[in-house]
């Protein structure tokens, strides 16, 4: 079956719009998560949602930053006013639930901010 | 709070083995996972550990000791496709079950 996918695959902004990243997990998984993940670095935790309900945004940087998952599946991360310190890639990873399963990552989007 | 070190940057032979090491403290423990990145795509999973001793899948093989906050993966007879980065990542336990932390990646790079 299809992988995780993300669009767009790359976003150029300018600094102080905002940003909807969108995240489609395998069709059936139970868990979504959000990460940034910097050049040479490993992925950054955001947040993560059990079906629809956000269990942990504790790695979101400030207020300006938001997800959602409304109907347990396809999930929108968005960046308010965006900075240039946001440009990163941002991933989306999935699972079937459960703490020994592991996540299965997405393409991931490239975000530049102008 | 968490926090996990690999080493930045191995080199080996290919047909040789590698070991990358990965140290750990964290709130809780709920597993650790090795995941694979070639530049430029996204982690693919390759092996996890919640128990200790050493976990084989073919040529790749990870060791855990939750004493010691230590973790191994072991790759055999290298190929050249297996340079990549190499990412340590360890689930927490409590309010922290669902949130994996990673480390930085450790980048290997295989020489003929």
């Known amino acids: 079956g299809a992988g995780v996918s993300q669009s767009p695959r790359y976003k150029v902004t300018k600094r102080g719009q905002d940003v909807a990243l969108r995240c489609d997990p395998i069709?059936?998984?139970?868990?979504l998560y959000w990460y940034r993940q910097a050049l040479g670095q490993g992925p950054e935790f955001l947040t993560y949602?059990?079906?629809?309900?956000?269990?942990?945004k504790s790695g979101l940087p400030n207020d300006r930053f938001s997800a959602e998952r409304p109907e347990g599946s396809i999930s929108t991360l968005t960046i308010q006013r965006t900075e240039q310190r946001d440009s990163a890639m941002y991933r989306c990873?999935?699972?079937?639930?459960?703490?020994?399963?592991?996540?299965?990552f997405g393409p991931g989007t490239r975000l530049t901010v102008t | 709070g968490q926090n996990i070190d690999q080493p930045t940057e191995m080199t080996a032979t290919e047909g040789a083995i590698v070991q990358i090491n990965c140290t750990y403290q964290?709130?809780?423990?709920?597993?650790l996972f090795w995941y694979q990145q070639h530049a430029g795509e996204a982690p693919t999973f390759l092996s996890y550990n919640v128990l200790d001793g050493l976990e084989e899948k073919g040529r790749f093989s990870s060791f855990l000791s939750r004493s010691k906050g230590y973790s191994y993966l072991l790759l055999k007879e290298l190929q050249m496709k297996d340079s990549a980065s190499y990412l340590c990542?360890?689930?927490?336990?409590?309010?922290?079950?669902?949130?994996?932390?990673f480390g930085d990646g450790t980048t290997l790079t295989v020489k003929p």
């Open positions: 990542a360890v689930r927490g336990g409590g309010t922290n079950a669902g949130k994996s932390t």
């Open positions: 069709s059936g998984h139970v868990s």
């Open positions: 990873a999935s699972s079937s639930g459960g703490t020994e399963v592991p996540q299965y």
């Open positions: 964290t709130s809780g423990f709920n597993g």
């Open positions: 949602f059990n079906y629809e309900a956000q269990q942990d």
